[in-house]
């Protein structure tokens, strides 16, 4: 400040407007002031209204703020020889200025060239399902290769994302019909599973309810007004079972006494007597004609 008091009276009112314009920096809350004196680095400012050496200072200012680097899509051949494209996204934000702006020309380059070889090697290092369905480990190894370098930059890695992985068209054709067999597979065994069960629980309804023919006949009745709730022009009422068993025993025939050993007996004697009386009635048997007779009788008469 008092060499621009000196220069000021030096050149008047004009030039201390001039030296003032030249000379006065402000810095935003996110960003941080490096200041070179002839070509090295003196100082670092904070955010504010800040005083440089007019023609001798030079400052240079440097974001403090997360950066959002996208990185172009990668492809590559993953473990199981696929190839897919890849593309992510790198959250990164500088923690010293001073490494930004001396140790790395283009710090924003720098961690992009990093964030697409490192995609690169990730993607050759693992196979096609890690790449679909362990994406939180892929990341995190993403972000440590990334992290490796950019610590010497003065650049922290927040986070690496994986947005998306392209396939070929074959591929994806084929993962489909394998998730549709695998679908369809389940739906079966699901079935097959629900059959066995309601097998079980019918077995048990239909022996609880062979013992009580009431409760037989009040599922009955219920599913009739089931079936007569849905407004049907045609109402199937089936026969129950039981009532055709009833039926059944109470028309069939009374069964007769068992006869006693006299009864019996008497019939025994009875069919005897009918069997001696059926022979006797019976024509005896005519003896063979005599063959000398029967042949006089066929000779002509002389």
Not at 248 to 255: I, K, L
Request: proline content about 6%.
């Amino acid at each position: 400040m008092e060499t621009l008091v000196v220069l000021g009276s030096l050149l008047g009112a004009g030039g201390i407007g001039v030296l003032t314009a030249a000379s006065v920096r402000v810095i935003a809350q996110y960003e941080r002031g490096l200041v070179f004196r002839f070509g090295r680095v003196v100082a670092t400012r904070d955010p504010g209204l800040r005083w440089l050496i007019p023609f001798v200072d030079r400052m240079r200012k440097v974001s403090m703020q997360i950066v959002t680097l996208p990185v172009p899509a990668q492809e590559g051949i993953t473990r199981d020889n696929v190839t897919v494209r890849v593309d992510a996204v790198v959250y990164f934000r500088v923690f010293d200025p001073v490494l930004a702006v001396v140790e790395v020309q283009n710090y924003l380059f720098a961690v992009g060239q990093v964030a697409q070889t490192s995609l690169r090697s990730i993607i050759g290092k693992s196979d096609l399902d890690s790449l679909l369905c362990n994406r939180e480990e892929l990341n995190k190894g993403l972000e440590i290769m990334i992290d490796s370098p950019a610590l010497g930059w003065g650049v922290h890695i927040d986070r690496v994302e994986i947005k998306d992985v392209a396939l070929p068209d074959s591929l994806k054709r084929s993962m489909s019909r394998q998730a549709e067999a695998e679908r369809e597979r389940r739906a079966r065994v699901i079935s097959a599973e629900g059959e066995l069960q309601a097998s079980k629980m019918l077995a048990q309804a239909g022996a609880q309810m062979s013992e009580s023919p009431a409760a037989l006949q009040l599922r009955l009745l219920e599913t009739v007004v089931q079936v007569a709730a849905e407004k049907n022009s045609t109402l199937v009422l089936p026969f129950p079972v039981e009532l055709l068993r009833f039926l059944e025993r109470s028309t069939a025939p009374a069964a007769a006494p068992a006869p006693s050993t006299t009864d019996q007996a008497a019939l025994a004697e009875q069919d005897d007597k009918s069997a001696e009386l059926a022979a006797s009635e019976q024509p005896k048997q005519l003896d063979p004609p005599d063959e000398s007779s029967t042949a006089q009788a066929n000779s002509p008469r002389e």
